[in-house]
């Protein structure tokens, strides 16, 4: 399917966009005409992503940092000239354990990243969208935020946490222009799954009804779609990519 154009004009902010779904997303909004900054804390993979992708503009920041992402924001509109989209890609599994053997700091790991993270970058964004009036904002969660992975709960916690701040966000923004949505992807196989045991994989991909995981491609697609401005009417909204897990 043709969709060359649709992101013309348009300059796209992805968090964890070096690699995994994030790199996919940037790699369609490219090709589609739009500019795009990565945000991702691995320089070498912004480096690596800049060789595939000519012209990417590309910042090394912990997203759990919050005067670091003021700082990113700030650069990266002094250097594309403003930022319309924001996909919220960045985000690490923790360890698979039972919650009651879980440590606080690993704990504290998941949540700074996958929850306050993504707060830092909303927040920072939305003000500058608001004066652009236009504003696109794509929130990762996962299925795990609605269903809850046994030895997952500082995971399943902060994906669920994504979803209260999308609906949140996006009931307050409703009259604006600028619409806010999440998508659950049940597992997409990524680098990430080097942070997950094989018994917790082998759980995943037994509850999915496709019997398979999911494709960075497929994820991409959706996420495209709903950071465009074809998505107009649909705010505060949970879009799922399960392969049939989700029941709501």
């Known amino acids: 399917m043709n969709f060359a154009g649709r992101f013309n004009d348009r300059v796209a902010v992805i968090t964890g966009g070096a ?20 945000w991702d804390r691995d320089p070498a993979l912004i480096e ?59 704990w504290r790991k998941v949540i700074e990243i ?24 794509v929130n990762i969660a996962s299925i795990a935020g609605k269903e809850g992975n046994p030895n997952a709960s500082a995971y399943s916690t902060s994906k669920a946490a994504v979803i209260g701040l999308t609906k949140s966000l996006g009931k307050e923004l409703a009259k604006t222009k600028v619409t806010v949505n999440c998508v659950t992807p049940a597992a997409v196989r990524t680098a990430i799954f080097k ?10 991909l037994s509850k999915i009804p496709m019997a398979r995981f999911g494709e960075v491609d497929e994820v991409a697609a959706l996420i495209c779609w709903i950071a465009s401005e074809e998505c107009s009417f649909t705010t505060a909204a949970v879009f799922d990519v399960s392969g049939g897990r989700a029941t709501y």
């Open 114 to 137: 996958n929850i306050n993270g993504v707060f830092y970058c909303n927040k920072a964004l939305v003000p500058h969208m608001l004066e652009r009036d236009y504003g696109r904002i």
């Open 19 to 38: 690699s995994g779904i994030g790199l996919a997303v940037a790699q369609r909004i490219v090709e589609e005409g739009g500019r795009v900054s990565v």
């Open 48 to 106: 690596q992503a800049k060789v595939t992708l000519p012209g990417l503009h590309g910042v090394a920041i912990d997203v759990a940092d919050a005067a670091g992402v003021e700082q990113a924001t700030q650069s990266t509109i002094e250097a594309l000239g403003g930022v319309d989209i924001l996909v919220t890609s960045a985000a690490i599994t923790g360890p698979n354990m039972t919650t009651w053997n879980y440590s606080a700091e690993d």
């Open 195 to 204: 942070q997950m045991s094989q018994e917790h994989i082998d759980f995943m």
